[in-house]
Every structure is written in C-alpha cells, then in structure tokens.
C-alpha cells in the first residue's frame, strides 16, 4: 500500500465518532419484546380485575381463593411439588455425589438418562406409564401379583405421578447438583474431610450439602415451577391437582381463572426471581408442556 | 453410603470389574429404568404389536399411509417449524439487543429473569392469557377494533387456529431461544471484530465472514431445540383449542382416555414416531452445541 | 522524518488518565518495547495506534498521514493479540488469507501469499488445520502470519507472549525478532516481562501510571536507569538510604558505612537524606580486584541458583544481595564469615530523596 492510497483513504473515509451511538434497532428489538411479553399479562391482569362491571375489583381473586377446591388442590399440588423435590434430593443428590467420586464409568450413561426426558414429553411419558401400570406388577414368567395396578389406587396414583414429576424434573435437577458439585470439587472436599476424621454421614451433612446449596436451591424452585402448573401428568392420571382444576374452572367461569393464571404468573416470576439470586446466572428454561 | 474396604479377604473373582462400585447408582437406575424406560419400552413393544398380540410391523407401516395420522404429524411438524424460525429469528434479535446491541446491562438482566419466567409460563395460564389478549374479547382485538377499526375476527383470525397456536407458542419459544443465544453471543469475542477490522474488514464483511458463520451452529442448534420443544407440547394446545386441532399430541391424548383409532398398536406406532422425531431433534441440538462449543469456548 | 510520530497522546476515561502526554518519535524498520506494569497505560496507547481507542487529544502520524481519527480498518497496521484471536470458523490459510480477501485480491494472490507467509512461520503442515487443532504457540504464529500477510505499515504485538508457556515464549519472540529484522517492518511490542523487552528491542518505553518513565536502548534502562521506577521495574536493584556527606567527592553515609558515588549531586547539599541503589551484579569479593568502594560484611545467606550464586550479605546494618557468576573452582565463603565486597562509584546510583 504506498503514500498516495493512504492518503486518498484518509480523505475518504469518515472516522466514527466515538460517542455514544444511539443503538436504535437493538432498542426497537427490546420493546417489541417488550410489549410483546407484557400485553398478554396485562390483559391478564386487567380481565381480572373486571369482574363487576365499570370497577376495578379484586372480587376474582377473592371468590378465585374461597374457593374450597382451589385450596385443596393447590395445597395438593403444593404438596406434590414438595414430595418431589425431597424424593429427588434424597434419590439425585447421592448417585451423583457417588459417580463422582466412585464412579466416573458411569456418567455418560446417567447424562444419556437425564436427556430422556426431553425425548419422551409428558404426553408420551402418562401414556406408558398408564399402559404399564394399569395391568397388575407381577413377577416376570409367573403369575404371581405383587402389587395392583398402582394406577386404581390412591396411593398408587400418588406415587404414579410424583416419580412422573421426578422424571420430569430430573434434566434440571440432576443436572444442577451435578455441576454443584463439580464446581466445588466435592472430591478434594471429601479427601479433606476423610483426613480430619469425619465419617460418611457427617461429610454428606456437614460438607457436601452445604456447598451445593445454591444448585439445590434452584432445584428445587425449578421443580416447584414445572409441578404446581403441570397439567398433563396430572388429568390423565386422575390426580386431584392445581392444573386440571385451573382448567376446568376456565371451561365454566371467566374471571377467576384470569385472577389465577395471573397468581400462576407472579409465582413462577417469584421462583425464578429467588433461582437467580441464588445463582446470580442465566436464567433456566423447562420449555413447553 | 458403605466404604469399599472389607475386612473379609478379597475374592479373587475371574470378572476383574467390582461389581460393588455399580450398587451405589441402583436407585437411580432402578428410578430409571420403573419409570421412564419401562414406559417407553411398553409404547415401543406395543407398536409392533397386532391386536391379537402377535409382531407385526404393520402399525407402523399404518402411520404412513393413514391420512389423518400423516396430516397430524403434517400439522405439528408445521407448527413446530414456524414457532421455531420465527421464534429463532426474534429471539436471536432480541438476544443481540441486550448483549452486542449496546443496551443498559440492567436491561439484559431484566430480560433473561423474564425469559426464564416466559420460558416456564406454558400451559392452561398461558393459554388464558392469550383468550385475554387476542380473543373474540382480548384486550388487544377490543383496541384493534375500536381505535384502528379493524375486526380482526371478521377478517378471518382465529385464536383457537393454526396461526393462534403460533402466536401463543411464541411466549415460550422466544426466551428459550434468548437464553440459549445469550452466552452464545457472550462467547463471540472482542478480539475477533478487532481482529478483522484491524486486517480490513468493513462490519458487514465481518458478520458476513466470521461472526455469522461462528454462530449459526448455536443458532440452528437452537432452532432445532425449538422445533422438538414445540412439538411435543401438549397443555398449552389442548388448553387453547380443546383438541380442535388436531396435532399428535392432541392425537396421542385422545387415543390416550379411548380407543379412537380403534387399533392400540397404532396408538403406540404415532407416540414412537413422535418420539423418534423429538430425538433426532435432540440429538442435531447436541451435536450443533458441541460444534459451537469448540468455537465459543 | 520519523516513519511513525505519537504526539502528545493523551487519553482520559471518566475521571482519570489512562495515558498522559505521550511522545514518541518511531523510525522505519524499528523494534521498540513499550514496558511497564498492568495500568501502566501500554496496551491503551497501542490501540490508539491501531485505532481501536481514539485519543483524547494529539495526534499520530504514519508515514507523513495524520490517522489520529481513522477508523481502523483503514490504517493498514497489523496487530497481534494476546489471545490470538483466531477466527475458529476458518483454517490455518484461510485466517491467512483474511486481510486479502476482504481487501478482494485475486484467488492466486491470496493463494501465493498464504503460502509464503505460512512457510515464513513454519507451519506448513499445519496449513489446512483449524485453531483448536493447534497449540498455544502454534496459534499465535499463525496470528502472527495474518496480520504479515496484508504488508502492514506497522506491526503492533500486544503481549504476544503472555498466554504462552516459559520455553515457548523464549523461542517465540527470538522467531518474532527474527522475522521483524528480515521483513524489516517497524514494530511496536506491549509487554510487562521486562527480560522479553531488554532481549528483542531496539528501544524501550518504560511507562507507569500513564507516563512515560524513560525512553532508551535495552543498556541504557539497565545501566542507566533515569528514575527510581526504571530502577526498580528493569532487573533487580538493592536500595538503601543514605545522607550525602561531600558533594566535590561524592561521599555518603549510609548508616555508618561510608560509600563513594560517580552520580550527579547538581542540586544537592551536604546532609541531604537520598535513596542510593546498586545492581547486584556490580558487587565483587574484594579479593578478587578492589574498586572504589571497599565493604566489610558479614554473609547472611548463599543461594545457588546455578549459574549464578546469590550472596546475602550485611554491610553495617543494612542487607544487600550480590549475585557473583558461578565456576567450579569458586571459593564461596561460609555463612557467617566477615568478607570485604568492593564495588565501583559508577555502580553507586542516586535514585531520588529517601523514603522512610
């Protein structure tokens, strides 16, 4: 490139100025996002809050809460959503300590476990399981029967649709302890402590569970999220639950399920909320069910 | 949790792998295996089942010939393709906004909370939030019709059709795809621009040359998690159109509480296809993630 | 006239100056340094070069063309980053050949190009391999190629070397000297490890604090440090204080111990309070050739760190290190041992007033 070209370059070409630019389509991006996701929650919102005529009322919400079956099932779900996320701590949390530290040969085959889920949806998921445990458990080649079907029992039902959940939570849950716990290298934690003295259940009490606190937090809010709204599971399997009864209510009357699903809304916000406090990140998407 | 060291002396086993480090991972697999792979192998197993119980391959052989069965996949495959694009196109937009666009950082945070909200928010709440906003008396068809005079409904939308159920998964589709993009534009470093700016390039030749090409397996990888995420979804659709549309999922369902195919092998033929399909998204996201990986690190 | 002139670069972010009147004067085919500590304000006014900042305010002149405000995209230097930056979509060539196509040179030229530069940094069997197929100096070869390729007017190294390991990073910049004289390209190199900058450059700019300290060949820093900083930064220094006794002979007292010095005492009196400093490697056994300065000490410490032995000694009540080359028939004292050491006045530097 000789003289002449840098300077008929020079002459050319326009420096940019280093002032702020106005980005204005990232701005036109961010408000069409914007109004999108804030008009249907709006509309939500403002529906319900319409229920006597000219006035702004929390009468929905009011006659939505007094509502004996929206306390039963909500309670109930609540209630699921917890058996959930304990079974899950109780079943996740030690298989992945134990592949981490004993056993390293199996973690691709667990990671392809707790990709399944994405694979078999929710739909898919009730679907075998109500085949399957529709007919009675008997031990394979005989015809001895262990259980009924656990599909025609309350507490059958019960277990049905927590391990359904568990399924269902089991990416994120797994998934989240498990980097817990590779990022505070729970291995080198557990030698530490093994050379102080401590035994088994004091390293998984007072070393391991503290630190993988925040992953089991947002777990577990996580969790909460997918089962209180959770629909599917819930109606085909006959489960007494928050979601089908939401629905339900949406068949008959108009108000209240505007005042709930705008509950729903502020809920999952308050769970999210909470998981990226703890985890000061990116937020986590389950997607569509 | 028990130690290995036994106080018994070892047996010296012809198997050289202990056997004893696999019984820690028993419950999980137990889980596993109760409930998520026995379910599927029923549906697998049943679908080259015949009604008398005999193999056949006939169920499956039925998926592609039976019309209503292939206008199902049809209509979901649609469905799942325009919900994917266009959520991909306004996610990835959107992503830039709030990273590389040179938006306020509080914006960005803002916008991935919501994300992982919107992103959760699917089913019968999300479904009655669209009835508020577009429906016969949605907030938005009430503003469209009084200020701008224009009734949608006469003009022949539908939220309770193919173009509502598009809208409607677009709430979850767009942040799905913000939240992937994000960190994917967050890996696509300063230096690079630098880098080809310094050596001539203009910012069209750079997008064109080096940062499209970097990310387009995060985009498409994306795009096809997308595609796997709208087409198993059920809730969401049965809440907003009461199975009117006949998508596989709304299919599955109905074949689900009866019969009505009349021919459960089949029924377990169109869950096994949907399946087949939901995995071969998964498995192009996985593999387009690891790509664009290598790259982003 | 200077190839490159920065004049009275200066460059403010908020409130404070990241580089503050800045002058440079480069000529062609020069290999300068700019060395200091991180904040030091090197890599901000090498990028003002480049143009990824702009200045506040002055100017910068390549080749008699004003580019203080060009995009830069337009000023035809080539820059090395610290991290490579390697485009991971594209090949070994095809990084190569980047600054060409852009520039829409012919398929064959770009092809020729690649092929000269590729063997120029010795990678041809690498040519069609992609970033993370290659090594840390691997990379940084290549980078090194592409911003070659495009015949740069200038090239500028920010801390090339950094990201690499110790061996490679010595064999590098020698490869990076090497190429430079050959092309006989002007080059402006950033960096904090101060062996790198005395080894390859032709000068050095020691910066700290967004000023320059002292612009000099490599022996000029290193013998001739012009400010307590220079002192300090550039290879190892013992420091004391001392009070100055006779300014004609240069005498001063430092805790008892009577020093001469061959510094400059222009604006200094007698009783004045100093900071005196003398490399470690200027100190001899006394019975080896005695010099001006005759020290009785006491030895402290002897470490060996191969070719050099590092003596810990006390001269009075202050602790100095003498660092003596190693050979076999060397008679090492013994720890605890009184011994004179002897060195020159010249050795004696005056860096500036005493600190406490």
Known sequence: ?289 | MTQTTLSTPKKITPISFDWKKWLGVIPFFLFAILFLILPSMRLFVGSFTNNEGSFTFANVLQLFQQKNILDAYWLSIRISAVTAIGGGIFGFLLAYAVTIGGLPLPLRSALITFSGVASNFAGVPLAFAFVATLGRTGIITAILKNVFHINIYQAGFNLYSFIGLCLTYMYFQFPLMVLIMAPALDGLKREWREAAENLGATSIQYWTQVAMPILLPSILGAMILLFGNAFGAYATAYALTGGSLPIVTIQIGAQIRGDVLHNPGLGYAMAMGMVFIMAISLAGYSWLQRVSERWLR | MAYLTLSHISKQFAETYAVEDFNLDIDKGEFVSFLGPSGCGKTTTLRMVAGFEIPTSGRITLDGADITNKAPNQRHVGMVFQSYALFPNMTVSQNIGFGLRVRKASEAEIKERVKEMVSLVNLEKHADKYPFQLSGGQQQRVSLARALAIRPNVLLLDEPLSALDAKIRVSLRAEIRSIQRRLGITAIFVTHDQEEALSISDRIVVMYDGNVEQVGTPFDIYNFPRTPFVANFVGSLNTANAEVTDTEKGLLNMDGVQLVSAAKMDGLKKGDKVRIAIRPERFSFASEGKKANVLDCQIENITFLGSVVRVHILVGKTKFTMDTFNYPSLALPQIGDMVQVTCSKEAVLILGEATS
């Open chain 1, 1 to 289: 490139m000789n003289l002449a070209k840098v300077q008929t370059l020079s002459k050319t070409s326009k420096p940019k100025p280093q002032t702020r630019r106005i980005p204005v389509w990232s701005w036109f991006w961010f408000i069409l996002g914007a109004l999108y996701f804030i008009l249907p929650l709006y509309a939500t919102l403002q529906f319900s809050l319409q229920m006597k005529r000219d006035q702004i009322t929390l009468l929905a919400y009011q006659k939505a809460f007094e509502d004996p079956q929206f306390i039963k099932t909500f309670t109930y779900s609540n209630i699921l959503a917890l058996a959930t996320i304990v079974a899950g701590i109780v079943l996740f949390v030690p298989t992945a300590y134990w592949i981490r530290l004993r056993l390293p040969e199996a973690r691709r085959l667990t990671e392809f476990i707790t990709f399944l889920p994405f694979v078999v949806p929710a739909i898919i998921l009730v679907f075998g399981m109500i085949r399957i445990y529709s007919t009675p458990v008997k031990i394979p080649f005989t015809d001895i029967e262990l259980f009924q079907p656990l599909t025609t029992t309350h507490f059958g039902t019960n277990i049905l649709i927590v391990a359904g959940y568990m399924v269902l939570a089991m990416p994120y849950m797994y998934r989240s302890v498990d980097i817990g716990m590779r990022t505070v290298d729970v291995r080198t934690l557990t030698e530490a402590a093994q050379s102080l003295g401590a035994n088994w259940f004091t390293i998984i009490t007072r070393v391991i569970l503290p630190n993988i606190r925040a992953s089991l937090l947002s777990g577990a809010l996580l969790t909460f999220a997918i089962v209180v709204g959770e629909v599917t599971l819930a109606s085909f399997l006959g489960v007494n639950a928050f979601g089908p009864y939401l629905f339900l209510l949406g068949q008959h009357l108009a108000y209240q399920p505007a005042a709930l699903s705008f509950v729903t809304f502020l809920l999952t916000w308050m769970a999210m909320g909470l998981i990226q406090l703890f985890t000061g990140g990116q937020g986590q998407a389950t997607g569509a069910h």
